[in-house]
């Protein structure tokens, strides 16, 4: 079974620009979580996704967003960058969160200039 | 609260065995993981158990549960230059959907 596939792999970007960050789950996963990961923050959570609907969300402004798919893929987009977004930004899916383990992708690797 | 607290820092020669100590301060969390972070990676899932449980053991892996003191370790025998990288304590509750990491312990294996 393939795992979690994040795309890209490597983004650059300026301060005020939008970015979609995409994730595909392990086939059979329903749930998507996403997560940011920061030297200074360690990991906080985004939110998570299960069948299309969101079912939990982190402490982040609204210019963070996401969604799912019926195939279950999910995207997340960051607007208006601003430079503290620089990050890796994890994708995981799970059977079902809160009742299985999260399997994570290589992440993003955002950068705000 | 939801807080996970690990330490920082951990260093071992090759061959001892390495103990990664989690706190966690939700007694309703019912799922607890240990992941696995290399440089340049995502997280990789270790092992992880449920709360009604005391003890899992996985080849050099032996995860140790104290609900009364909401105190997690993680034991790696025999440790390796390989098991170098970041060790992540992770809890979930039963519908929460939602799984909160500690900061990570980084591991230094001395050759």
């Known amino acids: 079974k393939a795992g979690v596939t994040q795309t890209p792999r490597y983004l650059i970007k300026t301060r005020g620009q939008q970015v979609t960050l995409s994730c595909s789950p392990i086939?059979?996963?329903?749930?998507v979580s996403w997560y940011q990961q920061t030297p200074g923050q360690g990991l906080q959570f985004l939110f998570e996704?299960?069948?299309?609907?969101?079912?939990n969300k982190g402490n982040f402004p609204g210019r963070f967003s996401g969604r799912q798919f019926s195939n279950s893929r999910s995207e997340m987009n960051v607007s208006t960058l601003e430079l503290g977004d620089s990050a890796l930004y994890l994708c995981?899916?799970?059977?079902?969160?809160?009742?299985?383990?999260?399997?994570f992708g290589n992440g993003t690797r955002l950068t705000v200039t | 609260g939801e807080d996970v607290e690990q330490s920082l820092f951990l260093s071992v020669r090759e061959g001892d065995s390495s103990v990664i100590n989690c706190t966690y301060t939700?007694?309703?969390?019912?799922?607890l993981y240990w992941y696995k972070q290399e440089p340049g990676a995502g997280l990789q899932l270790l092992t992880y158990?449920?709360?009604?449980?005391d003890m899992k053991q996985d080849q050099r892996l032996t995860v140790l549960l104290n609900k009364k003191d909401k105190h997690l370790s993680l034991r790696i025998a025999d440790t390796q230059t390989g098991d170098s990288a970041i060790y992540f304590c992770?809890?979930?509750?039963?519908?929460?959907?939602?799984?909160?990491f500690g900061a990570g312990t980084r591991l230094f294996v001395k050759a």
């Open positions: 086939s059979g996963h329903r749930s």
């Open positions: 158990i449920f709360s009604n449980m």
């Open positions: 939700d007694s309703s969390s019912t799922y």
């Open positions: 995981a899916s799970s059977l079902e969160s809160g009742h299985s383990p999260l399997h």
């Open positions: 996704y299960f069948s299309e609907t969101q079912r």
């Open positions: 992770a809890e979930t509750k039963t519908g929460g959907f939602k799984t909160i």
